[in-house]
């Protein structure tokens, strides 16, 4: 079992900045694979962005070159840096991990960016 917190969201204005953190109930060294999706209201859930055990990252492209997800294993903490928000990054921001053949996710914050 692992328990997911995130943190970090919040109101901003286009140009601006946030850095969202997960906090594991566990070492995060064994996770396969931890990540960053986002639903906005009446869209799809979309994958932001992951990082596996060997500290690949992947991203989507509409997040490219503007956000960094890293992960601390020594404080069991994956982070998302968020940089020039626009209003189209407005979303509910949901910390992901796969551990073996099982999928955690977080409650979810709000990063809201206003033009």
């Known amino acids: 079992q692992v328990q997911l917190v995130e943190s970090g969201g919040g109101l901003v204005q286009a140009g601006g900045s946030l850095r969202l953190s997960c906090a594991a109930s566990?070492?995060?060294?064994?996770?396969?694979?931890m990540g960053w999706y986002r639903q906005a209201p009446g869209k799809q859930r979309e994958l932001v962005a992951s990082?596996?055990?060997?500290?690949?990252?992947n991203y989507a492209d509409s997040v490219k070159g503007r956000f960094t997800i890293s992960r601390d294993n020594a404080k069991n903490t994956v982070y998302l840096q968020m940089n020039s928000l626009n209003p189209e990054d407005t979303a509910v921001y949901c910390c992901?991990?796969?551990?073996?053949?099982?999928?955690?996710w977080g409650q979810g914050t709000q990063v809201t960016v206003s033009s």
């Open positions: 992901h991990a796969l551990w073996s053949v099982a999928i955690y």
């Open positions: 566990r070492s995060i060294f064994s996770i396969n694979i």
């Open positions: 990082i596996t055990s060997g500290d690949n990252t």
